[in-house]
Nanobody
Framework: QVQLVESGGALVQAGGSLRLSCTASGRTFTIYTMGWFRQAPGKERDFVAR???????DYADAVKGRFTISADTPKNTVYLQLNNVKPEDAAVYYC???????????WGQGTQVTVSS
């Protein structure tokens, strides 16, 4: 089992910046990728970004050039730096982890990002 705890969600002005954190615990040695998804009210949960423990990153088109995902593997922590935040970025942001044992990804409880225009 892997447990994920997110933090950093807040109210941010449009154009501003924010950093989200997600720390994994438990069987962290099985993790090979972690990522971020987001879900706005009434919408599906969408992919935002992911990072492999080897350092490869992927981003959704909507956030490329504005968001940066990074990993501190010794701390089992991933970060999502949000820059030039837009109103449409407002959502609950969820951290996810995939493990080498396969199966469904693990999820955190979510952290709220609110954007004021």
């Amino acid at each position: 089992q892997v447990q994920l705890v997110e933090s950093g969600g807040a109210l941010v002005q449009a154009g501003g910046s924010l950093r989200l954190s997600c720390t994994a615990s438990g069987r962290t040695f099985t993790i090979y990728t972690m990522g971020w998804f987001r879900q706005a009210p009434g919408k599906e949960r969408d992919f935002v970004a992911r990072v492999t423990w080897g350092g490869h990153t992927d981003y959704a088109d909507a956030v490329k050039g504005r968001f940066t995902i990074s990993a501190d593997t010794p701390k089992n922590t991933v970060y999502l730096q949000l820059n030039n935040v837009k109103p449409e970025d407002a959502a609950v942001y969820y951290c996810s982890a995939n493990t080498q044992t396969g199966g469904d990804p693990y999820w955190g409880q979510g952290t709220q990002v609110t954007v004021s225009s």
